[in-house]
């Protein structure tokens, strides 16, 4: 298993929002679905352009580029024209912060 990295604050990331980091060398993005955190890898599985320019619809990150849809809490294709899934990272709420685990 990964170290755990330390990635922002807990108000960075306000609930409806994305936040684009680092865990290491990989781009990830921070989803606040109501509260609970997500994350799943900065990169859509269509054409590899980056999901933090999306937007969250509930737990549905909707890529900018062509319209592909994710649901954050697994990493599945929820809408075309992605059909392949996004990698998804575990997620910790500690008292200095959020921290995602790296691989
Ligand atoms: S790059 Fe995301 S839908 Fe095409």
Do not use: K
Request: net charge negative; hydrophobic share 40%.
């Amino acid at each position: 298993m990964g170290e755990w990295v330390r990635v922002a604050a807990l108000e960075d990331c306000p609930p409806g929002s994305l936040r684009s980091v680092m865990v290491g060398s990989v781009p990830v993005v921070l989803c606040n679905v109501d509260g609970a955190l997500y994350a799943v890898e900065d990169r859509c599985s269509h054409e590899e352009l980056p999901l933090s320019d999306g937007e969250l619809e509930g737990p549905i990150l909707v890529c900018q580029y062509h319209g592909a849809r994710f649901d954050v809490t697994s990493g599945a294709p929820r809408g075309l024209p992605a059909v392949r899934p996004i990698r998804t990272f575990a997620v910790e709420i500690r008292d200095d912060g959020i921290y995602i685990q790296g691989t």
